[in-house]
């Protein structure tokens, strides 16, 4: 292989002998192998309990504040002479302007109460941890 | 027969045999699908919060009082960001655009496709050819050699019927959706509703 071409993944190399839209993605973009090594082949402590869900919950939780965010300043003005009429006018007039402003607000709500979580974990589950770190417990 | 060729036997039927439908193809389709309605669902105000909003949709229409108009003028309403020519036409003006063959013109079309009532033209005065507001809704403006609109910026020149005869414009000047709720007020924005 020539020095100016791109190494390329075992998988896209694989992809790129095969036909089909899945392998023509892949052959470009390891999309699918990527999703394959993080959701499904990636290793995981066996003794996982529900305070492992919070980490991707508040992972969920930060793109639905991003995508909200992004789509409310398209219709925000940010000057102190506009900004309460133009909050106004997306509550009544931008369609679903409403839902996107509430969910946006409850979100930052949730993302609290999971970041609070996920330090609760931290707190509960490191005195019990080998080797045993009880830093937790000096926080709280 | 040996064992193992019993054996390969077997794994070469197995191999043949298409492949059945099993529990697992259903689940894998049908949380496909269910996932697809709920990104599609999940989406789907994010996209309509980018339509025009209610109050926008609101002044999308345009009443016009034309009771005062005489004969021979224009007055210019605005409509969506864009300047509305709307023109009472004098029997000669009409006359002078009734011609049988327009195939000769820059963007051929007829007098009698492009207005409702032959006494009241309407059209978008915007310039097909860059943009800028042609002159002519004043009788003191030059009004080209056709009689209509003169564009100042490149000399388009427009007959009464808005159709370009002269200059760079490619097109005709285009014709709003409009109606006329009575004799002296017109919507702009809007189609009468077609009779059947």
């Known amino acids: 292989m020539s020095k100016d071409k791109v190494d390329l993944q075992p998988s896209q190399i694989a992809a790129a002998k095969e036909k089909g839209l899945k392998n023509w993605v892949e052959h470009r973009l390891p999309i699918f192998e990527f999703m394959n090594k993080e959701l499904i082949e990636y290793k995981t402590p066996k003794n996982l309990n529900y305070f492992w869900n919070f980490g991707s919950l508040a992972g969920i939780t930060l793109v639905v504040m ?31 302007g409403w839902l996107l402003r509430y969910v946006h ?18 707190f509960i589950m490191a005195p019990i941890k080998r080797p045993v770190n009880s830093y937790g417990l000096w926080v709280l | 027969m040996s064992t193992k060729q019993i054996l390969q036997k077997n794994a070469k039927k197995a191999l043949k045999k298409p492949t059945p439908q099993t529990r697992r193809d259903f689940l894998i389709l049908a949380s496909g699908a269910a996932g697809a309605v709920g990104a599609g669902s999940f989406l789907y105000p994010f996209v309509s919060s980018m339509n025009p909003a209610a109050d926008v949709a609101a002044a999308a229409e345009v009443d016009v009082d034309i009771k005062s108009l005489q004969l021979g003028q224009a007055i210019t309403v605005m409509w969506r ?20 063959d327009a195939s000769k013109f820059i963007d051929p079309e007829l007098d009698k496709d492009r207005i409702q009532k032959p006494e009241w033209l309407v059209v978008v005065g915007v ?36 159709r370009v005869r002269q200059g760079p414009a490619p097109k005709n000047l285009p014709i709003p959706p409009y109606m006329f709720l009575d ?8 189609e009468a509703p077609v009779n059947v």
């Open chain 2, 81 to 100: 960001g864009k300047p509305i020519f709307i023109r009472r036409r004098t029997p000669e003006e009409v006359q002078s655009v009734q011609e049988k």
């Open chain 1, 66 to 96: 991003i995508l909200t965010g992004i789509f409310l300043a398209m219709q925000h003005t940010p000057h102190v002479d506009h900004a309460f009429e133009s909050v106004e006018r997306i509550m009544r007039e931008v369609n679903f």
């Open chain 2, 127 to 162: 310039c097909t050819h860059l943009g800028c507001v042609p002159s002519g809704q004043k009788p003191t403006d030059n009004r080209g050699e056709y009689g209509g609109w003169f564009c100042p910026c490149h000399g388009s020149a427009y007959d009464v019927s808005g």
């Open chain 1, 105 to 122: 607000m409850n979100g930052a709500t949730m993302f609290f109460i999971l970041f609070t979580s996920i330090c609760l974990e931290a």
């Open chain 2, 183 to 190: 004799d002296t007020t017109l919507r702009i924005g809007k």
